[in-house]
């Protein structure tokens, strides 16, 4: 976007061609991995938890939740990383939205944090599934999978919104960078 005599608009930073077409696509691709990556965490664990224990869910209202916030964080960090292109006007980032996504980012980072450190510490201080024998291993694979999950979601999200002057190189066909 530029104003009068060539001069750089204010709250525009003009972007390589390529990176910005490599943010309309693989914000998309990447959000749409985590979402469906997440849930076929959920999916295997539920699908191993019958057998082991008997019933998919752990018994424990508590044990649920500690297993369902590690998914709703990294969903909700998917949904930031397809939001992530409109952080885009044509080939220009937009600073005020893409500052707006990095908060949003480090939140969903915090809340993801968060829940794993409450879903293994519900998992290693509260008997969840009332029967002694098992240990609840599945639980915790599918906290510290969720956990691998929204870490590559938040960098990756990180990369798109806060390009480094390296990455802008590469990704440049004018020398200006």
Same mark, same amino acid.
């Given at each position: ?8 608009? $204010?709250?525009?930073? *003009? ?11 693989? #914000? @998309? ?7 469906? +990556? !997440? ?5 295997? !664990?539920?699908?191993?938890? +019958? ?23 990294? @969903?909700?960090?998917? =949904? =930031? ?8 006007l044509g080939d220009y980032l937009v600073i005020t ?6 908060? @949003?980012?480090r939140g969903c980072f915090t809340a993801l944090v ?7 510490? !519900?998992?290693?201080? =509260? ?10 291993? #599945?639980?915790?694979?599918? !906290? ?7 870490v590559l979601g938040y960098g990756v999200g990180l990369?798109?919104?806060? *390009?480094?002057?390296?990455?802008? $190189?590469?990704?440049?066909?004018? *020398?200006?960078?």
């Amino acid at each position: 976007m530029k104003q009068f005599y060539g001069q750089q608009a $204010e709250g525009y930073a *003009p972007l390589p061609p390529l990176f910005a077409a490599r943010v309309r696509a693989g #914000s @998309l691709v990447t959000g749409v991995a985590l979402a469906v +990556g !997440t849930t076929l965490v959920l999916g295997l !664990t539920v699908f191993v938890n +019958g057998p082991l224990h008997g019933h998919a869910l752990p018994d424990a209202v508590l044990g649920r939740v500690a297993l369902l916030l590690p998914v709703l964080a990294v @969903l909700a960090t998917a =949904v =930031v990383v397809l939001g992530a292109r409109r952080c885009l006007l044509g080939d220009y980032l937009v600073i005020t939205r893409a500052r707006f996504t990095r908060t @949003l980012l480090r939140g969903c980072f915090t809340a993801l944090v968060t829940a794993c450190l409450l879903a293994l510490t !519900t998992s290693a201080l =509260v008997d969840l599934w009332h029967d002694h024998n098992h240990l609840g291993v #599945s639980d915790l694979l599918a !906290t510290g999978a969720n956990f691998a999950l929204g870490v590559l979601g938040y960098g990756v999200g990180l990369f798109y919104v806060r *390009p480094s002057v390296a990455t802008l $190189e590469r990704f440049s066909d004018h *020398p200006i960078w």
